[in-house]
Every structure is written in structure tokens, then in C-alpha cells.
């Protein structure tokens, strides 16, 4: 953009994103991915548009099998290997569970230079659907097709956290996020759908 249309393209700060690296300054927290991804869409659109292609993308990350992105041998020569990694899927927009959940599944460390690999690797992934997700919008072809997840669509329900009088004075959920992987599972964390009220 910035060589093809000048300013304000060519003067942006983009160095500003690397904030987004681990989970913003490594702290597991939103994938840095989604948050360069997130802001390139929120430069070309209102909120309206912009919060249901983000949906998308962010449905779409939590439910796709990744890495996905195969280097080349053109990639391959500036650094990064043509082995094919192992994938898994996160369930979650959060770098910590992502890269947790991909540790256990394959057996690699989270802090090795394999699921470093894979991050860089997943960084092209978002960047193409992203792209995929823009290029539909300006050729007027986009359509959402990624559901929010059965729980998700259940919990912000009035008659859940959506402001049931019986149960919740006010609504007392806030996000879109799947809520399965934080409140199911192991005994590290609370199971809020068992015997949930």
C-alpha cells in the first residue's frame, strides 16, 4: 500500500505492532497475530463492518488446525525449514492456551524453536485469511459464515448470563470468546457446565 499509494502507508508506524508479540510483551494474552490483523481491518472500516469481519477471522482462529503454511524453497532459504509441523486446534484466541494446547498435543516444548516455527508460520496463515476476508468485502462477496460456538451461543442468552431476573440481576458476561476451554476440563480449572445453574 504504502508503495502503491504513498502517505499515509508509507509513513505508518508498523513497528508499533510488534507489541503483539507472545500475547502482547509475552503474556499469553490475545495472539499477536489477531491484533495486527484486527488493526489492518479497523484501518479500513467503521465498527460495524470491521467487528464482524474480526468475528470471522477470531471464530475462524479458534477453530482451524494449525500451522497451516507450508514454506516454499524460497522460504526455506532464508531461515525457515520446509519440515512440515504438527498441528492442533486451540480452541481459544489466547496465545497461552494456543501454544499450550499445541505443546501437549505434539509433544514439542512451548518455548523451543519449533513452536516458534509454528507462530511464524501461523503469522502467514492469519495474514492470508485476513487478506481472503478484505478481498471478499471490497468485492462485495462477503458473508460470515463462522457460527459462534454452541456454548458461546447458549451463555449470552437472557435466560444465562444474558440478564435472566432469576438468575443474574444483569447481564454479567462480556466477550465472545468459546467458553469451553477456560471453564471445562481438568481440575485446574473450574467447570462451570457441569451442575451449572
Not at 3 to 14: D, H, I, K
Not at 29 to 56: I, N, P, Q, S
Not at 116 to 122: D, F, L, T
Request: aromatic share 10%; proline share 6%; net charge neutral.
Amino acid at each position: 500500500m504504502g508503495e502503491q499509494y504513498g502517505a499515509p502507508y508509507n509513513a505508518f508506524p508498523f513497528s508499533m505492532w510488534e507489541i503483539g508479540k507472545s500475547g502482547f510483551a509475552e503474556w499469553g494474552a490475545l495472539c499477536g497475530t489477531l491484533v495486527g490483523a484486527a488493526a489492518a481491518l479497523a484501518m479500513f472500516w467503521g465498527r460495524k463492518d470491521r467487528d464482524e469481519m474480526t468475528d470471522e477471522l477470531f471464530r475462524w482462529y479458534e477453530t482451524t488446525a494449525f500451522p497451516m503454511y507450508q514454506p516454499t524453497d524460497l522460504a526455506s532459504k532464508v531461515g525457515m525449514p520446509k519440515e512440515k509441523l504438527p498441528t492442533s486446534v486451540s480452541d481459544s484466541v489466547l496465545c497461552h492456551i494456543s501454544v499450550s494446547r499445541w505443546a501437549y498435543t505434539t509433544g514439542l516444548p512451548a518455548n523451543g524453536k519449533e513452536r516458534s516455527e509454528r507462530c511464524a508460520r501461523i503469522t502467514a496463515d492469519v495474514a492470508g485469511k485476513t487478506a481472503e476476508i478484505i478481498n471478499a468485502k471490497m468485492d462485495g462477496t462477503y458473508k460470515n459464515t463462522m457460527a459462534f460456538s454452541k456454548t458461546q451461543q447458549t451463555c449470552t442468552t437472557p435466560d444465562c448470563h444474558g440478564g435472566n431476573p432469576d438468575k443474574f440481576k444483569v447481564p454479567n458476561l462480556k466477550g465472545k470468546m468459546d467458553c469451553e476451554p477456560c471453564h471445562t476440563g481438568s481440575a485446574h480449572v473450574q467447570n462451570k457446565l457441569v451442575n451449572h445453574p
